[in-house]
């Protein structure tokens, strides 16, 4: 379980297929840190660091986690969000995520706001009755207010912080990010069926 609040940035080193999974080396501060078999967001999908080497690490995706993110665009260089989980007596700073990515969204348009940043998504019509107003959503694993919420397109605002600390600095129009719903809304939402 995480908080969606980015702890460090990392590069991917190297990418490699076999069968249908892939599997990528990724080089961070973060690495003399990790341990074999922690479990570690990636742009919001949590993934077991398999081995370590310095300052990288290596995880693999099978095809399921491919299918469902955007990871199986990942080539070396790309940038990623990082986040170990969370610790249970701390603070949850953003919001409860599972690191199980629902879908991707489609980024829109992205406004300079002189000062912070604004950016507009699409995501798939299946899940409108989990985005409100005003509500959380992770996006490439990064915790973020929802807000101008239509059918299927929401708004977000990035502060400074975020925007130099994360890989949204790099989202343009046209990009594909890894979306994971509000896991409260998801169970009330059930509960009504």
């Known amino acids: 379980m995480f908080t969606g ?16 999974n892939k599997t990528f080396w990724v080089e961070s501060s973060l690495g003399p840190e990790l341990k074999i078999d922690q479990s570690l967001s990636h742009n919001g ?3 077991t660091v398999e081995e370590i080497a310095g300052n990288r690490h290596r995880v693999t995706a099978i095809e399921e986690t ?3 993110s955007n990871l199986g665009t990942w080539q070396p260089g790309h940038l990623v969000n990082l986040e170990r989980c969370m610790i249970m007596n701390g603070r949850l700073d953003g919001h409860i995520v599972q690191g199980h990515v629902d879908a991707t969204g489609i980024c829109l348009e992205r406004s300079d706001k ?7 998504f699409e995501f798939p019509k ?8 005003k509500g959380s959503i992770s996006l490439n694993g990064i ?3 929802i ?8 708004d977000i605002a990035v502060i400074p912080y975020t ?3 994360t890989n949204i600095q790099s989202v343009i129009p046209k990009d594909k990010v890894n979306l994971e719903f509000d896991i409260i809304g998801k169970y009330i939402a059930r509960q009504k069926i």
């Open 114 to 120: 002189n000062g912070s940043w604004e950016f507009r």
């Open 147 to 154: 807000f101008n919420v239509k059918k299927t397109k929401f």
């Open 66 to 68: 491919l299918e469902k």
């Open 163 to 165: 925007f130099e600390h």
């Open 143 to 145: 915790s973020l207010t």
């Open 126 to 133: 299946k899940f409108s009755h989990l985005v409100i107003e």
């Open 45 to 47: 999908v949590c993934l």
């Open 5 to 20: 609040i980015i702890e460090s940035l990392g590069k991917i080193h190297s990418v490699s297929t076999i069968g249908t």
